[in-house]
Nanobody
């Protein structure tokens, strides 16, 4: 079992930056691939980014490629999402998720554990 807690969300102006974090506890964090997803009101949860257990490989949604960067610090059991050049359409609740199968998947069913989410709001 892995427990995930997101933090760092907030209100930011369009064009600004924000870094959100996800702290993990429980089983060995380094044994999991990690992903970030987001869900806007009235929309389905969508993939944002994923990172391999060792941090060597990454995967991004086209909508955030070049603006967002996922990273992890296995010593701190934490995964990060650095978000730059934010747009109003990035407004959503952001969730981190853990995949014990070491994938870099973009589908929600590929992930085994989920956090409760952190709200990111981008004003125009």
């Amino acid at each position: 079992q892995v427990q995930l807690v997101e933090s760092g969300g907030g209100l930011v102006q369009a064009g600004g930056s924000l870094r959100i974090s996800c702290a993990a506890s429980g089983r060995t964090f380094s044994g999991y691939s990690m992903g970030w997803f987001r869900q806007a009101p009235g929309k389905e949860r969508e993939f944002v980014a994923a990172i391999s257990w060792g941090g060597v490989s990454e995967n991004y949604a086209d909508s955030v490629k070049g603006r967002f960067t996922i990273s992890r610090d296995n010593a701190k059991n934490t995964v990060y999402l650095q978000m730059n050049s934010l747009k109003p359409e990035d407004t959503a609740v952001y969730y981190c998720a853990a995949d014990r199968k070491h994938g870099l998947g973009s589908r929600t069913y590929e992930y085994d554990y989920w956090g409760q989410g952190t709200q990111v709001t981008v004003s125009s």
